[in-house]
């Protein structure tokens, strides 16, 4: 709706990334200037800030802070994996909302996360609609995954990418300097898409690639595995990288990997992790070699140090273009990237598609990507992701050490 004017809420949700905190530096720092925006907030864990009533007056904090968010890594103001119920079940929670809304005055709503938070988000501007509370509600993608509909790519993906091609470089390096053999094994994340372990193919221009890389989107067999792995090491005396996403699954559709004994986050995902233990063990008991097994767990997601500068202007880009699109009327709408392939160089644009598209639909490796029985990429990927990955970028240092930004988080009161 056009012509609002009243306060603005952020919130982040979900896994973090190396530049979701550039997102929301794009958010606070636009919506600080526009004059139809009154206050700006932002929720203390998601969604949960909301209900509880614990949100930050960002006004209150110093304008070089919220610059530094640029270049700090996690999500600064907390994160959350709280699901909202559907409102035609049980409309408790958002009801909550539309209290807190009426009492503070909100008028522009915007949900940083991936594919679970768009989904909070649609729900949460459907119930608005239909409770004739006039709320423009804008959602901002992020996710490592790389895996939402509807964007050419996800803010947060190159810079996990450029770290996991860094890092298979790195380990390729160490693992091949002795004169006998080892099998390392890399383990991603990447649930049912396999972008982040396909990542690991832009490392092959450098001549530091791994040797064998498995995608979910392909069944994983383990004999399979066993056996392309001793087929490496019996032409590279003794020695293989094998990069595996988090979410490798078997014919059956069972995930191979650890299911932390039957955990499951509050949206019903299978907690995974461990993978490269079991393949590493069932390497070492059935080849006899010397393995080294390595999940690159949080690491891939908050390294800033390796981040992509486009990738951290991008981020900011969605945030400011998100309050930018609220003001100007725009809602029910999530943030995506829009790239010009016809053009001879990187060339991206923000733009819009509606929330309910993009929300709970996962965009995953084209099969046709995948080469070599499964277990390689294809040139096509490499000149779909090696743009995404350029760039350095310069962050402050303090005593030799990164700079991150340091919030008052001062609460805001009503």
């Given at each position: 709706?056009?012509?609002?004017?009243?306060?603005?809420?952020?919130?982040?949700?979900?896994?973090p990334?190396?530049?979701?905190?550039?997102?929301?530096?794009?958010?606070?720092?636009?919506?600080?200037?526009?004059?139809?925006?009154?206050?700006?907030?932002?929720?203390?864990?998601?969604?949960?800030?909301?209900?509880?009533?614990?949100?930050?007056?960002?006004?209150?904090?110093?304008?070089?802070?919220?610059?530094?968010?640029?270049?700090?890594?996690?999500?600064?103001?907390?994160?959350?994996?709280?699901?909202?119920?559907?409102?035609?079940?049980?409309?408790?929670?958002?009801?909550?909302l539309?209290?807190?809304?009426?009492?503070?005055?909100?008028?522009?709503?915007?949900?940083?996360?991936?594919?679970?938070?768009?989904?909070?988000?649609n729900?949460?501007?459907?119930?608005?609609?239909?409770?004739d509370?006039?709320?423009?509600?804008?959602?901002?993608?992020?996710?490592?995954?790389?895996?939402?509909?509807?964007?050419?790519?996800?803010p947060?993906?190159?810079?996990?990418?450029?770290?996991?091609?860094?890092?298979?470089?790195?380990?390729?390096?160490?693992?091949?300097?002795?004169?006998?053999?080892?099998?390392?094994?890399?383990?991603?994340?990447?649930?049912?898409?396999?972008?982040?372990?396909?990542?690991?193919?832009?490392?092959?221009?450098?001549?530091?690639?791994?040797?064998?890389?498995?995608?979910?989107?392909?069944?994983?067999?383990?004999?399979?595995?066993?056996?392309?792995?001793?087929?490496?090491?019996?032409?590279?005396?003794?020695k293989?990288?094998?990069?595996v996403?988090?979410?490798l699954?078997?014919?059956?559709?069972?995930?191979?990997?650890?299911?932390?004994?039957?955990?499951?986050?509050?949206?019903?995902?299978?907690?995974?992790?461990?993978?490269?233990?079991?393949?590493?063990?069932?390497?070492?008991?059935?080849?006899?070699?010397?393995?080294?097994?390595?999940?690159?767990?949080?690491?891939?997601?908050?390294?800033?140090?390796?981040?992509?500068?486009?990738?951290?202007?991008?981020?900011?880009?969605?945030?400011?273009?998100?309050?930018?699109?609220?003001?100007?009327?725009?809602?029910?709408?999530?943030?995506?990237?829009?790239?010009?392939?016809?053009?001879?160089?990187?060339?991206?644009?923000?733009?819009?598609?509606?929330?309910?598209?993009?929300?709970?639909?996962?965009?995953?490796?084209?099969?046709?990507?995948?080469?070599?029985?499964?277990?390689?990429?294809?040139?096509?990927?490499?000149?779909?992701?090696?743009?995404?990955?350029?760039?350095?970028?310069?962050?402050?240092?303090?005593?030799?050490?990164?700079?991150?930004a340091?919030?008052?988080?001062?609460?805001?009161?009503?």
């Amino acid at each position: 709706m056009k012509g609002l004017k009243g306060a603005c809420m952020f919130c982040q949700s979900g896994g973090p990334t190396a530049v979701i905190n550039s997102s929301a530096a794009g958010v606070f720092l636009e919506a600080l200037k526009q004059d139809n925006i009154t206050e700006v907030y932002g929720a203390e864990h998601g969604v949960l800030g909301i209900l509880q009533e614990k949100f930050y007056d960002i006004s209150k904090e110093d304008i070089d802070e919220l610059k530094l968010l640029r270049h700090t890594p996690s999500s600064a103001l907390g994160s959350s994996r709280y699901k909202l119920q559907d409102y035609t079940v049980d409309p408790t929670d958002y009801m909550r909302l539309l209290e807190v809304f009426k009492k503070y005055n909100i008028r522009f709503f915007f949900y940083n996360g991936g594919n679970d938070s768009m989904d909070t988000c649609n729900k949460i501007s459907k119930f608005m609609e239909e409770q004739d509370y006039d709320c423009n509600v804008i959602g901002v993608p992020k996710t490592i995954d790389n895996d939402l509909f509807g964007t050419d790519h996800c803010p947060g993906y190159a810079s996990a990418a450029k770290y996991i091609a860094t890092t298979v470089m790195e380990c390729n390096l160490d693992a091949k300097v002795y004169n006998f053999g080892l099998v390392c094994i890399i383990e991603v994340m990447g649930r049912n898409a396999g972008w982040l372990a396909a990542s690991a193919a832009l490392a092959d221009h450098t001549g530091l690639g791994a040797d064998l890389i498995y995608l979910p989107e392909i069944p994983f067999s383990v004999d399979k595995f066993v056996q392309d792995v001793f087929k490496v090491c019996e032409r590279n005396e003794g020695k293989c990288i094998a990069v595996v996403a988090e979410g490798l699954k078997d014919a059956d559709g069972k995930y191979v990997g650890d299911f932390k004994a039957g955990a499951h986050d509050h949206f019903g995902h299978a907690a995974l992790g461990g993978l490269a233990a079991i393949l590493g063990g069932i390497i070492k008991e059935r080849l006899g070699v010397k393995v080294r097994p390595i999940e690159l767990s949080l690491m891939q997601r908050c390294a800033t140090h390796l981040a992509s500068a486009i990738d951290v202007d991008e981020a900011y880009q969605a945030g400011s273009f998100a309050v930018r699109a609220a003001v100007a009327g725009e809602t029910d709408k999530m943030v995506v990237f829009e790239r010009d392939y016809g053009a001879d160089t990187y060339v991206c644009n923000p733009a819009l598609v509606s929330l309910e598209h993009a929300a709970n639909a996962e965009r995953k490796v084209p099969i046709e990507w995948i080469v070599d029985g499964g277990t390689g990429i294809s040139e096509e990927f490499v000149k779909y992701a090696l743009p995404l990955i350029q760039g350095d970028v310069k962050v402050p240092h303090e005593h030799g050490l990164p700079r991150f930004a340091k919030l008052k988080k001062i609460y805001a009161k009503k």
